[in-house]
């Protein structure tokens, strides 16, 4: 049995949708910074993994409205676990994302984007044909840190929230 410190155990129940949201949104900063700062243009596993986050901001701002009505108290415990299901479901869609990149399986046939911006001057070449635009592909790791690519650190990170979803449940849960 795993002892959770009391400090954790009063409080991340209640700071958990909190911190769901602040989670999301960091790593929705950080894909679009890579973006646009860094000029690493999504994938279409890439933008699948950012609707996860989308969703789970989304789910997070809708917990934290509803716990300020009389009966979202009583939902708090089953909304967290549904926001750690999200994070899960996050984590199995980047290890696929890595998974396709390590050559371990194939991503998908429909793996493709639009690489950078596209002026209007750019348009008609896209049209007649004459501009040849490699959209990013899926199974091409664009950046890696200590051997993982984004996708390997979302596994991480995704797991990390669906862990902390999953113990905010379970002390909830304990405390009613």
């Given at each position: 049995?795993?002892?959770v410190?009391?400090?954790?155990r009063?409080?991340?129940?209640?700071a958990?949708?909190v911190?769901?949201l602040?989670?999301?949104?960091?790593?929705?900063a950080?894909?679009?910074a890579?973006e646009?700062?860094?000029?690493?243009?999504p994938c279409?596993?890439c933008l699948?993994?950012?609707?996860?986050?989308?969703?789970?901001?989304?789910?997070?701002l809708?917990?934290?409205?509803?716990?300020?009505t009389?009966?979202?108290?009583?939902?708090?415990p089953?909304?967290g676990l549904?926001?750690?299901?999200?994070?899960?479901?996050g984590?199995?869609?980047a290890?696929?994302?890595a998974?396709?990149?390590?050559?371990w399986?194939?991503?998908?046939?429909?793996?493709?984007?639009?690489?950078?911006?596209?002026?209007?001057l750019?348009?008609?070449?896209?049209l007649?044909?004459?501009?040849?635009?490699?959209?990013p592909?899926?199974?091409?790791?664009?950046?890696?840190?200590?051997?993982l690519?984004m996708?390997g650190?979302?596994?991480?990170?995704?797991?990390?929230l669906?862990?902390?979803g999953?113990?905010?449940?379970r002390?909830?849960?304990?405390?009613r």
């Amino acid at each position: 049995m795993v002892t959770v410190p009391t400090g954790l155990r009063d409080r991340l129940p209640g700071a958990w949708p909190v911190l769901a949201l602040a989670a999301s949104a960091a790593m929705l900063a950080a894909a679009h910074a890579f973006e646009r700062i860094g000029g690493y243009a999504p994938c279409l596993l890439c933008l699948r993994q950012r609707e996860v986050y989308w969703v789970a901001g989304s789910l997070a701002l809708g917990t934290l409205i509803l716990l300020r009505t009389p009966r979202g108290h009583g939902l708090r415990p089953w909304l967290g676990l549904a926001l750690g299901g999200v994070f899960l479901f996050g984590a199995g869609l980047a290890a696929y994302h890595a998974g396709a990149e390590w050559k371990w399986w194939p991503g998908p046939g429909a793996c493709a984007g639009v690489s950078g911006s596209v002026s209007s001057l750019d348009m008609s070449g896209i049209l007649d044909g004459s501009l040849k635009v490699r959209p990013p592909a899926c199974d091409e790791a664009a950046w890696r840190l200590l051997g993982l690519s984004m996708a390997g650190w979302n596994v991480l990170v995704s797991l990390g929230l669906a862990a902390a979803g999953l113990l905010a449940w379970r002390l909830d849960r304990n405390t009613r």
